[in-house]
C-alpha cells in the first residue's frame, strides 16, 4: 500500500475537512522528503555542507541544509492548499499561508532537519511534524494552539541506509519505507507496537552534572547489573532525536533528553515542545509507548513561546513509568 492510499483510509478517525487537510499535508511533507533525501546524498559533491553563518531563535548555529530543508518545506506546505501557517524551527515566528486558511486549513509544526550535527559527518538525519486544526488560524499566540493532545497528526522523516516515514492520525503509528527509484513510499512497518519495555537507553551522558537527582539516579539504575530486571540496559545515542526515537519505537527502551536543573528553579529542556517533543509523544504513544517530562505527561503541556523547549523521556510504558517513580523519589 502506498502513502496516499493508506492517508485516504484515515477518514474514519477525523472530520471529513480535517482528514483532507492531513492527507494533503502529509502526502507533500513525502515529495518533500524524497527531495531532502536525495540532497542529502550529494550534498558534498554540491558543496551544500558546512555552515550558513547565523544563528536560529533558539541559538542554533544554523547549516546551509537547514536554511535550504525549511525553504523547501515552507514552499510545498504552500502549495498543499492545506497548511494556514507553519511554525518552523528555522523562522522566528509563524509563517501565515493565506492559500491554506479555508475549512481544511491546519497550523504545521516542523523540524525541517533534525540532527543536523550529524550532516557533516554522513550521519543520520530527520524531519520532524506536527499538525493541528488551526480554527481559522488565531494569531493570538501559542497558547491558542492548546496542548500535544490537540495535535491530529505527527510523524518524522528518516534519512538513513533507507528513507523511512513514520506518521500516526490518532490511529495507530504506521512506518512506509521510500521505493528510492520513485520516490514512493510503501507501508512496510504496519501498526508498529512498541515492547513493553526494554534494554537500551539513549541519553547524552556528558550533561550529568545538569541533571535532577532522580534522572541520575535512575541512569545509575539503567547501567548496574540484575539479571533479573534485564540490567544493564546497553546505551545507544547518535545525536539525531529521529533516529534514537526510531530505535527505541522498534525495540523498546527509553531516550531521553532531560532538562538541565544546575538552577532547578529555573529547569531548562533543550528539545522544542512543538515540533519535537509533542509531535514523539504523539507517535510513541499511538504506538502503546509513553512521553513524559519525568513529571508531566508530554501531551499535556500547552506552549507559551513558539520555540518553547521542554523535556523529554520517552520510550517503553514500563521504563517510562520507572524513570517517572525516580523522578517522585
Ligand atoms: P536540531 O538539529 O534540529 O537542532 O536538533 C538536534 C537535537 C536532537 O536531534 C538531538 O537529539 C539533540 O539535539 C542532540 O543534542 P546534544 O548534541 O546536546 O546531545
Ligand atoms: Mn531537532
Ligand atoms: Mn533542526
Given at each position: 500500500?502506498?502513502?496516499?492510499?493508506h492517508l485516504a483510509r484515515q477518514q474514519a478517525t477525523l472530520?471529513?475537512?480535517?482528514?483532507?487537510?492531513?492527507?494533503?499535508?502529509?502526502?507533500?511533507?513525502?515529495?518533500?522528503?524524497?527531495?531532502?533525501?536525495?540532497?542529502?546524498?550529494?550534498?558534498?559533491?554540491?558543496?551544500?555542507?558546512?555552515?550558513?553563518?547565523?544563528?536560529?531563535?533558539?541559538?542554533?548555529?544554523?547549516?546551509?541544509?537547514?536554511?535550504?530543508?525549511?525553504?523547501?518545506?515552507?514552499?510545498?506546505?504552500?502549495?498543499?492548499?492545506?497548511?494556514?501557517?507553519?511554525?518552523?524551527?528555522?523562522?522566528?515566528?509563524?509563517?501565515?499561508?493565506?492559500?491554506?486558511?479555508?475549512?481544511?486549513?491546519?497550523?504545521?509544526?516542523?523540524?525541517?532537519?533534525?540532527?543536523?550535527?550529524?550532516?557533516?559527518?554522513?550521519?543520520?538525519?530527520?524531519?520532524?511534524?506536527?499538525?493541528?486544526?488551526?480554527?481559522?488560524?488565531?494569531?493570538a499566540g501559542p497558547a491558542a494552539l492548546g496542548p500535544g493532545?490537540?495535535?491530529?497528526?505527527?510523524?518524522?522523516?528518516?534519512?538513513?541506509?533507507?528513507?523511512?516515514?513514520?506518521?500516526?492520525?490518532?490511529?495507530?503509528?504506521?512506518?512506509?519505507?521510500?521505493?528510492?527509484?520513485?520516490?514512493?513510499?510503501?507501508?512496510?512497518?504496519?501498526?508498529?507496537?512498541?515492547?513493553?519495555?526494554?534494554?537500551?537507553?539513549?541519553?547524552?551522558?556528558?550533561?550529568?552534572?545538569?541533571?535532577?537527582?532522580?534522572?541520575?539516579?535512575?541512569?545509575?539504575?539503567?547501567?548496574?547489573?540484575?539479571?533479573?530486571?534485564?540490567?544493564?540496559?546497553?546505551?545507544?545515542?547518535?545525536?539525531?532525536?529521529?533516529?534514537?526515537?526510531?530505535?527505541?519505537?522498534?525495540?523498546?527502551?527509553?531516550?531521553?533528553?532531560?532538562?538541565?536543573?544546575?538552577?532547578?528553579?529555573?529547569?531548562?529542556?533543550?528539545?522544542?515542545?512543538?515540533?519535537?517533543?509533542?509531535?514523539?509523544?504523539?507517535?510513541?504513544?499511538?504506538?502503546?509507548?509513553?512521553?513524559?517530562?519525568?513529571?508531566?505527561?508530554?501531551?499535556?503541556?500547552?506552549?507559551?513561546?513558539?520555540?518553547?523547549?521542554?523535556?523529554?523521556?520517552?520510550?517503553?510504558?514500563?521504563?517510562?513509568?520507572?524513570?517517572?517513580?525516580?523522578?517522585?523519589?
Amino acid at each position: 500500500m502506498t502513502l496516499d492510499e493508506h492517508l485516504a483510509r484515515q477518514q474514519a478517525t477525523l472530520a471529513s475537512d480535517q482528514a483532507r487537510g492531513m492527507a494533503l499535508v502529509v502526502s507533500r511533507i513525502g515529495s518533500v522528503a524524497a527531495v531532502i533525501a536525495q540532497e542529502l546524498a550529494h550534498a558534498a559533491l554540491r558543496v551544500q555542507l558546512g555552515y550558513a553563518g547565523g544563528t536560529n531563535l533558539t541559538g542554533d548555529q544554523v547549516k546551509k541544509l537547514d536554511v535550504w530543508g525549511h525553504e523547501i518545506m515552507t514552499a510545498a506546505l504552500r502549495k498543499s492548499g492545506a497548511c494556514a501557517a507553519l511554525v518552523s524551527e528555522e523562522a522566528p515566528e509563524p509563517i501565515e499561508m493565506p492559500e491554506g486558511k479555508g475549512s481544511t486549513g491546519l497550523v504545521v509544526a516542523c523540524d525541517p532537519v533534525d540532527g543536523s550535527s550529524n550532516l557533516d559527518v554522513n550521519g543520520t538525519v530527520g524531519t520532524i511534524f506536527s499538525l493541528r486544526p488551526s480554527r481559522g488560524w488565531d494569531p493570538a499566540g501559542p497558547a491558542a494552539l492548546g496542548p500535544g493532545t490537540e495535535q491530529i497528526a505527527a510523524g518524522y522523516v528518516m534519512y538513513g541506509p533507507a528513507t523511512t516515514l513514520v506518521y500516526t492520525a490518532g490511529s495507530g503509528t504506521h512506518g512506509f519505507t521510500m521505493d528510492r527509484a520513485t520516490g514512493e513510499f510503501f507501508l512496510t512497518h504496519p501498526d508498529i507496537r512498541i515492547p513493553q519495555k526494554g534494554k537500551v537507553y539513549g541519553i547524552n551522558e556528558g550533561n550529568i552534572s545538569t541533571w535532577h537527582p532522580g534522572q541520575r539516579a535512575f541512569v545509575e539504575y539503567l547501567r548496574t547489573p540484575d539479571k533479573a530486571t534485564g540490567r544493564p540496559y546497553s546505551l545507544r545515542y547518535s545525536g539525531a532525536m529521529v533516529a534514537d526515537v526510531h530505535r527505541t519505537l522498534l525495540d523498546g527502551g527509553l531516550f531521553m533528553y532531560p532538562a538541565d536543573m544546575r538552577d532547578p528553579a529555573k529547569p531548562k529542556g533543550k528539545l522544542r515542545l512543538l515540533y519535537e517533543v509533542a509531535p514523539m509523544g504523539m507517535i510513541v504513544e499511538q504506538a502503546g509507548g509513553r512521553a513524559s517530562t519525568g513529571t508531566e505527561r508530554v501531551l499535556d503541556v500547552t506552549a507559551t513561546e513558539y520555540h518553547q523547549r521542554a523535556a523529554i523521556i520517552v520510550g517503553s510504558p514500563d521504563d517510562v513509568a520507572l524513570a517517572e517513580e525516580f523522578y517522585r523519589r
